[in-house]
């Protein structure tokens, strides 16, 4: 499938953003593209897709080019029966499309288990020898120091409480309105149409199905992440968090660090989880200040 794109059309119409698809194995992977530069590819959350971006891609594509995927399973990419949704997998999907879209180097930024992904991906590129990565932007990245997947995944995946989860989930908008309200630490600050994007892309057939089986795997894949992480130790690396993280413990930061030579720590003080959303003057802002310093 050669790149075609297209300007994006209803809620995540935005100047300058452009509606693309690749083909990753075999399966249609839909992207957001703005901006000109080298590129700087975004990597969302477990139950985002490129939406959850939209305040972001403009500013952060003034000196770079932009590109928001939207993982196979997820968003508006293909929905892929038994799909394997394991850290390595989706990784491996990641380094795809990059290898496609991104010959040159380029910086990879993720958020939540999109920085998980990330540096999953950073590894497996170090493992075989790819020097294309400059940097690394991790928003509050699921890490094994950070107890809350810890907990909800075993519940999460029993086979009675999945069942009913692929059942109700895609019937009870009310309970991902919820949902979405808890990851802010000061609801007044959601953004208009929030609510209304995130869930044109859950109506789709089989959208719960990706974060049932990432939880599947998720504590096996929490721990083979510790042997991971001495791969990335020269990596340049911000570690960006909202202060007032309820779902990533900000005191996870410090465990993660550890690992990490050359890295940097912003903290957005009264700040959730989604801190692209929540303040994304002051993300835009960090973000292109960590991009402008020399390697």
Not at 200 to 209: C, K, P, V, Y
Not at 210 to 238: C, N, S
Request: aromatic letters at 10%; one cysteine or more.
């Amino acid at each position: 499938m050669g790149t075609e794109c297209t300007a994006p059309a209803g809620i995540e119409a935005q100047s300058g953003v452009e509606e693309c698809f690749a083909s990753v194995g075999g399966s249609r992977m839909r992207y957001l593209r703005a901006g000109s530069g080298s590129p700087l590819v975004l990597l969302h959350g477990l139950l985002g897709y490129s939406f959850s971006w939209r305040l972001n891609m403009t500013a952060l594509g003034e000196n770079r080019t932009v590109l928001a995927i939207d993982q196979v399973g997820t968003g508006f990419s293909d929905r892929v029966a038994e799909l394997d949704c394991s850290m390595r997998a989706v990784a491996n999907r990641t380094l795809a499309f990059l290898d496609q879209q991104c010959p040159e180097p380029f910086d990879l930024l993720g958020t939540s288990h999109g920085g998980a992904i990330a540096m999953w991906a950073a590894a497996l590129m170090a493992e075989r020898g790819d020097s294309r990565l400059q940097r690394l932007i991790l928003v509050a990245p699921a890490n094994p120091w950070s107890p809350n997947g810890r907990l909800v995944a075993p519940f999460v995946t029993q086979p009675p409480i999945a069942t009913a989860a692929r059942w109700t989930l895609p019937r009870a908008r009310f309970a991902w309105n919820f949902f979405l309200r808890r990851l802010y630490a000061d609801t007044g600050k959601i953004p208009p149409g929030t609510l209304e994007g995130y869930s044109a892309a859950f109506d789709l057939d089989g959208s719960w199905e990706y974060g049932l089986r990432v939880l599947g795997t998720w504590l096996e894949d929490l721990e083979q992440m510790k042997a991971l992480l001495p791969r990335l130790a020269d990596v340049p690396i911000l570690l960006l968090w909202g202060g007032a993280d309820p779902a990533v413990y900000p005191e996870s930061a410090e465990p993660l660090r550890r690992y990490f030579r050359n890295s940097e720590h912003v903290s957005l003080p009264g700040v959730g989880h989604l801190p692209y959303e929540e303040a994304p003057e002051e993300f835009n802002r960090a973000v292109k200040e960590f991009l402008r310093k020399p390697i």
